[in-house]
């Protein structure tokens, strides 16, 4: 059994978007990268929160490739992305 503890856990201000988007990175045993972001309101305390539960141990990081997300942008000017009216 391998060991499924994050390694290199970090949070950090986004070095594009300071003081609006926070980061939280690590890497696992197999050296697979992880990077949550954080964005709003409350980011950098929830920032926090969510790197001193998987270092405290209260959450587990991994997460099935089923849900993992893909390459997006997130613009500091835009809280919620706009939704489109449906069709009637």
Do not use: C, K
């Amino acid at each position: 059994m391998t060991d499924q503890r994050p390694r290199n856990l970090v949070v950090a201000p986004d070095l594009d978007n300071p003081g609006y988007l926070w980061r939280v990175e690590w890497s696992d045993s197999e050296d697979a990268g992880y990077i949550t972001i954080f964005a709003g309101q409350e980011a950098e305390a929830r920032a926090r929160d969510y790197h001193d539960a998987i270092r405290d141990g209260r959450l587990d990081p991994r997460i099935p490739d089923a849900q993992r997300g893909g390459p997006f942008t997130i613009s500091p000017s835009a809280e919620r992305p706009v939704q489109r009216r449906r069709r009637a």
